[in-house]
């Protein structure tokens, strides 16, 4: 059984930092590309961040490039999100999600698994 549990999410001042973690089980981690991808209320899923299945690629959506960085540790089974910098526009449940693939989709459609979500909020 495929799990992806998420942590470090919570409630943070404008400007501040949370680092994400996703730990998972049940799959052969090191062949995932991994991504997090975020859904405000009333808004569409949207792609955050991805790292290929070695660790060796990293990408970003706009909106957070310079702010975030992703990360793996396929030792751990583990992939981070560092967030720096923190707006309330980042507020948002934040996914991390499976790709079976080397390099992360930037669409949601291609991952197999999926995370439970865990809340961020940026208050101004």
């Known amino acids: 059984q495929v799990q992806l549990v998420e942590s470090g999410g919570g409630l943070v001042q404008a400007g501040g930092s949370l680092r994400l973690s996703c730990a998972a089980s049940g799959l052969t981690f090191r062949r995932y590309a991994m991504g997090w991808f975020r859904q405000a209320p009333g808004k569409e899923r949207e792609f955050v961040a991805g790292i290929a299945s070695s660790g060796s690629n990293t990408y970003y959506a706009n909106s957070v490039k310079g702010r975030f960085t992703i990360s793996r540790d396929n030792a751990k089974n583990t992939v981070y999100l560092q967030m720096n910098s923190l707006n309330p526009e980042d507020t948002a449940v934040y996914y991390c999600?499976?790709?079976?693939?080397?390099?992360?989709?930037?669409?949601?459609?291609?991952?197999?698994?999926w995370g439970q979500g865990t809340q961020v909020t940026v208050s101004s």
């Open positions: 999600a499976a790709d079976p693939k080397v390099l992360p989709s930037k669409t949601a459609d291609p991952y197999d698994y």
